[in-house]
C-alpha cells in the first residue's frame, strides 16, 4: 500500500523591500519560518524593487516607504499602476498618524510601524492577504472619530494639514535638498516648488525660509524612530 504524499501548501510570495540590509534579513528569516509563507526576493532602492518584482511577480511586497530619500507615496502609486494585482504593506518609522491614511489613500492595503513586534508584522502579512486593510488600533480609533466629526478637517493643524506633495517636499527640504533639484526630482517648474513652499510657511505659521528650512530639519529627524528588529527566535 502506498504511503500517502504530505499535503503540498500554497505559499503566498513575498517581496521584502528596504534601505536597511539588517531589516531585509530579519524580515525574510521572519517570513521563511512559515510554511505557507516564502520570501522570493529582496531590494534595497526603488531601481531593485520594480526588476525584482517584475521577475518574481510577487503576491504581496513589505514596502518601506522611504528608501534612499525616494517618494514613497510616488513609489506606492507607481506600483499600484505598474502591478495593479500586488498587495502592498507598508513598514515605517514615519508617524504612523501622519502617514497610514496617506498610504492607504495611494493603494497600499497597511501600514505598520517598524517600532513595532513582528507579532503585528504576521498579523498585518495576514491581514493583508485575507483581503483586509491593516492599521494599528490607534489609527482606526483616529478615523472612525473622524468619520463621525464632521468639522474634522478645520480642524486639523500643524504637518497633518499638509497636502501629500507638500509634506513630500518638507522630506526633501529636511535632508537639505535645493528647491531646484526637488523640482528635478519631480518633474516640476522651479516656481511650481517655490509656491509649495510658501503654502508650507503659511500653514506652519513660519516667517521665513530660514525657519521653514529648521522646521523641516528638526521635523525629519524627529520621524527617524527606532527600526524595527526582527529575531530569528
Not at 502579512?125 to 485575507?130: D, G, M, P, Y
Amino acid at each position: 500500500m502506498k504511503e500517502a504524499q504530505p499535503k503540498q501548501i500554497k505559499q503566498t510570495r513575498i517581496v521584502v523591500v528596504d534601505d536597511q540590509a539588517l531589516i531585509r534579513e530579519g524580515l525574510m528569516a521572519l517570513i521563511n519560518r512559515h510554511r505557507d509563507l516564502i520570501c522570493c526576493g529582496q531590494a534595497g532602492n526603488t531601481m531593485e524593487m520594480y526588476k525584482t518584482v517584475e521577475a518574481q511577480k510577487p503576491d504581496l511586497i513589505l514596502l518601506d516607504l522611504w528608501l534612499n530619500n525616494g517618494d514613497g507615496l510616488e513609489t506606492i502609486k507607481t506600483l499600484k499602476s505598474r502591478f495593479p494585482a500586488l498587495l502592498i504593506l507598508v513598514l515605517s518609522q514615519f508617524d504612523e498618524k501622519l502617514y497610514a491614511e496617506r498610504v492607504l489613500r495611494a493603494g497600499a492595503r497597511g501600514y505598520v510601524m517598524k517600532a513595532q513586534g513582528v507579532t503585528e508584522v504576521l498579523a498585518a502579512i495576514r491581514t493583508v492577504l485575507a483581503g483586509e486593510l491593516y492599521v494599528s488600533s490607534k489609527i482606526a480609533a483616529l478615523v472612525l472619530h473622524k468619520t463621525v466629526e464632521t468639522n474634522w478637517g478645520s480642524r486639523k493643524k500643524g504637518v497633518e494639514n499638509l497636502t501629500d506633495r507638500e509634506l513630500q517636499i518638507l522630506q526633501l527640504l529636511g535632508t537639505g535638498m535645493s528647491t531646484k533639484k526637488i523640482a528635478a526630482e519631480f518633474n516640476l517648474s522651479f516656481k511650481t516648488v517655490e509656491t509649495h513652499r510658501e503654502n508650507i510657511k503659511h500653514k506652519l505659521e513660519l516667517d521665513d525660509a530660514v525657519e521653514l528650512i529648521r522646521y523641516a530639519s528638526e521635523w525629519l529627524q524627529g520621524q527617524n524612530r527606532p527600526r524595527l528588529m526582527v529575531t530569528t527566535q
